[in-house]
């Protein structure tokens, strides 16, 4: 078994196989009925001493693990039928605080109206290993909510309890490297979301050069499983293509030379965790000890894929978006329908200032529902502070980067000093922060 | 500044001003007025984004840390109103749940009874050491609920957010020892609530002898700072007396002959963590870690304190209640008024059957407004699942001793097969568990 | 570049390329001429100071480093030469003690016999990773001693030094698992000697599974670099086959139902250390450890190869050895001639008998010029104290198998009670211990 | 028993007594007669074999443990005697080495002539434990050594083999602060030597202060007792008295506007290492350390106490040496007889002249008899490379600083530039680095 083919096992095995496999956890005790469990679940909330809870949190937790997605199902109603809000509760104290608006009242109100799921997970979560497997829970949950969106009540319960849970204050970073545990690395591997790694030679090459590093975060109820990690190039000036930064042969840079440290690849590595934001405290935190060991960097910078652009193109390309892109851009745009069209210097040339104009108007104009920037990897930066700093019309040539942007990279610019700013502008206002180059690629407009 | 001073000092200037010492915090920034910071908090819920937050947190944090007495009141005051509920909001969540009673609905009214400053605590945590901060703020403001009673819905939330991040998932046992860093021992010294820890020698005596042992729970967010820790002599049986136990010239018994573990202290460090549990959790981890070490230990056993024993006792020898005691009985008492009684042996054989019967009836028959039992230390045991197992009538006759409990001291044991069902009969119908001697000790009755 | 290659680069860069390449050591300095380094070791030694000592030192194996292998030979001559003994000062000490034979003049002869270079590596050792240095120079100079055996004196030296710093009180044994750090696992990698350890998937396999361990000894002065370690299996009975042990697809064992430990590979990591011997130490101290952790062991014994048996055997083939072999063994053993035979289970029947009685006279009577065994695992091993368990004699069908030993393998057991008896036996009067089916193996005698 | 009386314990009880009471070694087996253990020795000698030589050293090494002071002394005497060279043997490698002398020759009669007891000792050093005890031995022979000089041979072969084992490349620095266990920080207490430690709160003003700073060295054989250490604190300027500098009460200054690191104590920890040098490595590794973490760190400077200039002083001021002094100085420090002359200012700067002639001249003039300077801390620190940068009369003022050098101290500067030249120097000429102001205090001459 290579390590592609352990890196795709993992994929399609979940979180949970794997550790099952690592032997990390067990398949403990006999399978159960869903209906058993929910009668332990109903029984774990009406006692109130911890004691026996822990032992009643443990069974279900168990049980729970070997249930096929079918009694998952199940569960998750139960949890968003049964183990929702008490109705007659709720009314009694929305009177009580009709007759008497208070604190105390409003807090009673409160407490009321929480579902009792909320209770539930707490009292889970107090089994040895409970918060990894409601983490997992909700790995399968997000499946789930594609087919039956009402359990959505049910995610929302779990957002709230993990943001409390993982709070940045409880997660340590730690610098990833070629000391770094086997176990530790292998995840690293398997959790690599933008550019592969194909097997440990590749990973030594991330991790082991003087101008690399590589930082994740870790949090104590998930020892030694990564929540997000990412991988850093140090080099001289700001990059504009992902090929030579990772190639194999390219002779490596002394630390103390470098002026530039490159975010080139962040990774989440729990889908459980999902919407739970931490990526901008790591990017901070990695940023300022990077600057503490090598006082000489003066720019720290992203080298971005750009994974919608491709589909946004082509939509503007079809037929029925006519006035979408002026008649000579649709035309010269047609060149990308020509294989090889990428290694073709006239192709380029003809095609430079349409896909510079296209990919301004991309993340400058175009918003999504909510009024944001269509790019998701764009929403993360310029949500962190982040300026969009430069257009690499040719940054990735390799299949996947031409398929998913037709070439396009980023870099997004963390200026510390302007971090602040450019997030409140784009939280408050939507402003878009962007560098002079990139306005100036918008089209000419009478 | 001897050992005894420094203890002292401590216990006087409270958790913050040591850390101040320590030089693990520091004064920053200016000195600002409540006013302002009460604006900077304003402003730091009216803001989405995280990036900037994490700063105006940080601010808010320090300026509380300089804040006098009495500005600290008047933020607490302001937490209590201004970030308290919003009343428009309530309303319309509670009308629109009348119309059409759903989980969605009962969400949001659940979210709109939720005080503002559940959201503030929230944000001010991912200040950097912002955990810490508010586990400081909460000890103060314990301190300011005396005078002012209707801050207790400010407390009411810092306990809830304090349970769910102070989860037993998150702490860590460790060893404590002779081989333990000196900033952790001090702490050791400074906080051990039960059995003084005079010096460094007496700590020594407390942690290197082949049959001492001590644990504590530590959370990642408190750094070196203990949560709880449990000091545990290893023995051949149960102790009846604490002198002998911690004598300094006692010869030390090999550990593998040990067959009890005697937890004679349990100290709860943090104040601002009152209330939140993990006192049962940490004795339960410590059994477990005992018996894997040491196989042979077959008891487990506290020797442990009686707190209230001579005020309950002194209140039934009042004249004005003289149902309390049988005439004989009262007369027997009298001999406790003479100083050196402890010391005298045919004083001791005279109260022997009275103080046996009277401390059996303050721990099976006395009660206090919660249907508990009056004692603190047997609420915490038997609510864990321990039973009360001895009375030891002169266990502890220390001047501290006598004066709270007239020397009596009593042996809690954990059966871990009993545990839960001990635990479960007291928590869901006030069951005192106790040995069949200690029910022979309660009076007859016709 | 896969793990095959990386192992093959390893194997033929030699140790000092592999630090290099790993960024580990550095070529400091510009090249130098021999004679210049030369003149630099006089300086080294004529000075009676360290602190300087210690720059001068760190020069002259910085330029080592960078010297040819001719070069390197020349520096080899003139530490044979120039830095051998001092004549002179021989005869005079050697004069006072003839007239005045005393432990005072004797201690005087005694330094005056050392060669200079003795005192020259031990102020070479001062420089910063001078130990390491010296070892790898021991490497070059076993290979030059090929061609030149009169540097046999100059490797005398070092022998002797090394077996002082490599005592075993300075060595740490370390579990080497899953969690190892990468940059050691890649070690164990390179460094397996008897079965190939593929890649990174193999070498899990060898260390996650619950029944397999690994342990090595470290030294503190070349850090993370291990100079031996052992890989074990568990098992429940004795193993008669490599295969089976090593399969990628069989069941792994829980650890407690184990009843046999089984050492199947013993690797020397640094070539710079042969003979200084500490393999015997580590197998002990394994031993020790495995049996606390799992109580239930009852057996251990190593699987190992017989390298230079199909050697000796074909040697007694030979016509011109008539007498070894009777006529009727020497048709049977025609049979290994024929491609396949290992898998023809006539022709295995037909010599399990003639190759048992080679096998016992081998390891029973044939002897090397020392009057030791012919085979140096067995000299490792009866030198240990362990005892010739059992023949395997189809163990190890594999290519290297079949070529090295036709096949066989053999156990060795490790009786802690008998070790010492064992060994004592073997060093002092050159007993084999055998168990009686091996003795019994050995041909009838009229 | 408070912190005072322990480390005068510690002191009179010996390295190895210490060791008993913390239970780090166990009186083991029963007692031997001496010659019981000669036998055992002698046995060791004669096997080969490593695995049961083991055993026997630990047998040995154990009976030695229990042995009385009277028959240590006998055991020294048999090392001296039965286990010291081979006379025959000299006798004919010597004849050997005359025939034909060699390398060959020549190391044979090195071997012949080296004494029994070192290969003796390098036997014992397997067991476990044995470097430990071997050191405690060498304390126990130098106390021997007083009452019978003829056992230095066997004191020089343990310096010998202790020179090669405690090496500097397998020495680790560490630093020591408040965060180190507590079981080591009890060792920096009971050997400092020079500024004694008070008790846990004087120890803790020495390493806890931002502006203080404590580094040791261990090596792997030692676990966690440290070899030497040295105290640190860092100042604006060169200081020029002990007493402020250790004051309780002083403000604590930033480390990062600290200008100047002194070492202001120095402390060998093993007497049973007396004479292997590792002071040297440790200033210039630390003042390393210093300057990496704090690069504003412009001056590396001692302040050393002069420990036998009050001897000099006296016997000058002895009548017998009229031509000593001239008269008016002699007169000049009869002051030093009147008791609490140190706080009269009068006094003081009568005397400071003639002070400062009399310390120049016993710094730059008096010699001892191998023709070193007379004090022992200046031949440390002039032997390290560092210059005598300045005279401070009134340095200390203490009981102790009175009685030894009248108040006197000095600064040596560790000019890391020059180190290796005054090193030099020094080692080679004798030439002991002065700064001008030293020098032009000698006495002028006509």
């Known amino acids: 078994m290579n390590v592609g083919m352990l890196s795709e096992l993992f994929a399609s095995i979940g979180e949970r196989g794997r550790r099952l496999i690592e032997g990390r956890i067990e398949l403990g005790g006999k399978p159960r009925r869903v209906e058993t469990v929910i009668e332990l679940a109903e029984d774990l909330l009406s006692h109130r001493g911890e004691a026996s809870g822990v032992a009643r949190a443990g069974e279900i937790l168990a049980a729970y693990a070997r249930f096929t997605q079918d009694e998952r199902t199940t569960f998750?109603?139960?949890?968003?039928?049964?183990?929702?809000?008490?109705?007659?509760?709720?009314?009694?104290?929305?009177?009580?605080?009709?007759?008497?608006?208070?604190?105390?009242?409003?807090?009673?109100?409160?407490?009321?109206?929480?579902?009792?799921?909320?209770?539930?997970?707490?009292?889970?979560?107090?089994?040895?290993?409970?918060?990894?497997?409601?983490?997992?829970?909700?790995?399968?949950?997000?499946?789930?909510?594609?087919?039956?969106?009402?359990?959505?009540?049910?995610?929302?319960?779990?957002?709230?309890?993990?943001?409390?849970?993982?709070?940045?204050?409880?997660?340590?970073?730690?610098?990833?490297?070629?000391?770094?545990?086997?176990?530790?690395?292998?995840?690293?591997?398997?959790?690599?979301?933008?550019?592969?790694i194909r097997d440990w030679d590749d990973?030594?090459?991330?991790?082991?050069?003087?101008?690399?590093?590589?930082?994740?975060?870790?949090h104590p109820a998930l020892v030694d499983d990564p929540l997000i990690f990412v991988e850093v190039a140090l080099t001289i000036d700001m990059p504009d293509a992902i090929g030579p930064l990772l190639a194999a042969e390219r002779p490596p840079l002394a630390a103390r030379e470098a002026r530039t440290a490159v975010f080139?690849?962040?990774?989440?590595?729990?889908?459980?965790?999902?919407?739970?934001?931490?990526?901008?405290?790591?990017?901070k935190q990695v940023a300022e000890e990077l600057k503490k060991e090598l006082p000489a960097l003066e720019t720290f910078v992203t080298l971005s894929p750009v994974p919608l652009f491709a589909g946004w193109?082509?939509?503007?390309?079809?037929?029925?978006?006519?006035?979408?892109?002026?008649?000579?851009?649709?035309?010269?745009?047609?060149?990308?329908d020509e294989p090889g069209w990428e290694a073709n210097d006239l192709a380029r040339r003809a095609m430079t200032p349409v896909l510079a104009r296209a990919a301004a108007q991309y993340f400058l104009e175009a918003r999504n529902g909510d009024g944001k920037p269509v790019d998701p990897v764009a929403r993360f930066h310029l949500?962190?502070?982040?300026?969009?700093?430069?257009?690499?019309?040719?940054?990735?040539?390799?299949?996947?980067?031409?398929r998913q942007s037709r070439g396009l990279m980023v870099n997004y610019l963390y200026d510390l000093e302007r971090i602040e700013k450019n997030h409140e502008a784009y939280a408050d206002a939507g402003v878009v922060a962007a560098s002079s180059a990139v306005r100036k690629a918008l089209p000419k407009r009478g």
């Open 76 to 196: 998750f109603e139960a949890l968003a039928g049964r183990f929702g809000v008490d109705h007659g509760r709720i009314e009694a104290a929305a009177e009580a605080y009709r007759l008497q608006p208070s604190e105390e009242t409003a807090q009673k109100l409160h407490l009321a109206a929480e579902p009792r799921r909320q209770e539930l997970f707490r009292r889970l979560n107090l089994a040895p290993g409970g918060t990894r497997t409601l983490v997992d829970m909700r790995t399968d949950l997000i499946a789930a909510l594609r087919s039956r969106p009402a359990l959505e009540t049910v995610d929302n319960d779990l957002v709230h309890l993990f943001s409390s849970w993982f709070n940045r204050g409880f997660l340590v970073v730690k610098r990833i490297d070629w000391t770094t545990p086997a176990h530790i690395l292998e995840k690293i591997i398997a959790y690599e979301a933008v550019h592969e």
């Open 264 to 283: 080139y690849s962040i990774s989440n590595c729990q889908t459980g965790l999902k919407g739970i934001s931490f990526g901008h405290f790591l990017i």
């Open 313 to 336: 193109l082509e939509a503007r390309r079809r037929p029925d978006h006519a006035e979408a892109l002026p008649e000579a851009d649709r035309r010269a745009l047609e060149l990308l």
């Open 203 to 218: 990973l030594r090459r991330r991790l082991q050069p003087p101008d690399r590093r590589c930082f994740a975060f870790f």
């Open 383 to 402: 949500g962190n502070g982040a300026r969009l700093e430069r257009l690499n019309l040719f940054g990735d040539l390799s299949p996947k980067g031409l």
